[in-house]
C-alpha cells in the first residue's frame, strides 16, 4: 500500500509562490504516474499536472502551463509542484495521486485512473 503525503499549502498573495510536496511512504515512485489535483469550494476536483513514470512526459492543464512545474527528487521518494504567478482562481485543496502503470510515456490527468490518493494541502490566494 502506497501511502502519499501533500505538505506546503498556505495563505499567499496574488503573484506569489508555493512548492507543494507529495512524499511517499518511503517507496520509490519511479514505477508509478504521478498527478496533481485540486478542488475548489463548491467544485469537482480537477486535473492541474501530471507525470510519467519516466519523467518525459508531463502535461499541465491550460489554465496553469507556464505558471506551475513539476518535477521529483533525486531520491525519488518526493514530487513537487513549483506554483509561480499564484491567482485567486488557484485556491483549492490540492491533491497527488499515484497510479501503478506500466507505461513509461504518457500521464493521464484523470482522477478515475490513479489508484492512490493523499490527504490533501489547502492553497489560499487571497489579498
Known amino acids: 500500500q502506497l501511502h502519499l503525503v501533500e505538505s506546503g499549502g498556505g495563505l499567499v498573495q496574488p503573484g506569489g509562490s508555493l512548492r507543494l510536496s507529495c512524499a511517499s511512504s518511503g517507496i520509490t515512485l519511479d514505477k508509478y504516474a504521478i498527478g496533481w489535483f485540486r478542488q475548489a469550494p463548491g467544485k469537482g476536483r480537477e486535473g492541474v499536472s501530471c507525470?510519467?513514470?519516466?519523467?518525459?512526459?508531463?502535461n499541465y492543464a491550460d489554465s496553469v502551463q507556464g505558471r506551475f512545474t513539476m518535477s521529483r527528487d533525486s531520491a525519488k521518494s518526493t514530487v513537487y509542484l513549483q506554483m509561480n504567478s499564484l491567482k485567486p482562481e488557484d485556491t483549492g485543496v490540492y491533491y497527488c495521486?499515484?497510479?501503478?502503470?506500466?507505461?513509461?510515456?504518457?500521464?493521464?490527468?484523470?482522477?478515475?485512473?490513479?489508484?492512490?490518493w493523499g490527504q490533501g494541502t489547502q492553497v489560499t490566494v487571497s489579498s
Open positions: 507525470r510519467s513514470t519516466s519523467g518525459d512526459a508531463r
Open positions: 495521486a499515484a497510479r501503478v502503470t506500466t507505461v513509461q510515456g504518457a500521464c493521464a490527468m484523470m482522477t478515475g485512473v490513479y489508484d492512490f
